[in-house]
T-cell receptor
Framework: DTEVTQTPKHLVMGMTNKKSLKCEQH?????MYWYKQKAKKPPELMFV???????INESVPSRFSPECPNSSLLNLHLHALQPEDSALYLC???????????FGPGTRLTVL | GESVGLHLPTLSVQEGDNSIINCAYS??????FIWYKQESGKGPQFIID?????DKRQGQRVTVLLNKTVKHLSLQIAATQPGDSAVYFC??????????????FGTGTLLAVQP
């Protein structure tokens, strides 16, 4: 398996909902990342996990809560989001924290 | 502050021509650079990378050139095909003082290939 998968592909949620995004890779990569991408903009880093420990939080609001249950899985828990949080959420992984990053297809999130 | 920018937001080329996408970076401490291709509705796809101890690297139909003197990066695509139409991002690893690969992306260039 040589890809990063993300579920769901699309998600519509209200501002009071709680939802989770899931990312999975079976390439043995030890670093995993969450990015947010708005339309016609580059990806912006949110979180980095290295060896299942959170190593970077780019001052992301607490309504976004990452979780790395094991070396293959990365979750992003969402609660009380705002409409401006609507974006494409991308997950990426890399062999270690100093290699090329491979991206998943993203989850298109719409907050109503 | 640190930034990675592109000279041309949109590049239109004829099928079969060569394409050159440029990128300027400002952090002289960056030592790793990547080019990504992103098609509509998809995640970024790794194309090619280069480390600062090199000035040129070639892949299949693509070449990346790094000029550290003027902090410039370019991606050359030979014999451009309609399937090459996408947004291209350069990215640098910046310098966060640690070992973590924190990529900083440029603003992107839309490559439009005309048949």
């Amino acid at each position: 398996d040589t890809e990063v998968t993300q579920t769901p592909k699309h998600l519509v949620m209200g501002m009071t909902n709680k939802k989770s995004l899931k990312c999975e890779q079976h390439m043995g990569h030890r670093a995993m990342y969450w990015y947010k991408q708005k339309a016609k903009k580059p990806p912006e880093l949110m979180f980095v996990y290295s060896y299942e420990k959170l190593s970077i939080n780019e001052s992301v609001p607490s309504r976004f809560s990452p979780e790395c249950p094991n070396s293959s899985l990365l979750n992003l828990h969402l609660h009380a989001l705002q409409p401006e949080d609507s974006a494409l959420y991308l997950c990426a992984s890399s062999p270690t924290s100093y290699n090329e990053q491979f991206f998943g297809p993203g989850t298109r999130l719409t907050v109503l | 502050g640190e930034s990675v920018g592109l000279h041309l937001p949109t590049l239109s080329v004829q099928e079969g021509d060569n394409s050159i996408i440029n990128c300027a970076y400002s952090n002289s401490a960056s030592d790793y650079f990547i080019w990504y291709k992103q098609e509509s509705g998809k995640g970024p796809q790794f194309i090619i990378d280069i480390r600062s101890n090199m000035d040129k690297r070639q892949g299949q139909r693509v070449t990346v050139l790094l000029n550290k003197t003027v902090k410039h990066l370019s991606l050359q695509i030979a014999a451009t095909q309609p399937g090459d139409s996408a947004v291209y991002f350069c990215a640098e690893n910046g310098d966060d003082g640690g070992a973590t690969n924190k990529l900083i992306f440029g603003t992107g260039t839309l490559l439009a290939v005309q048949p």
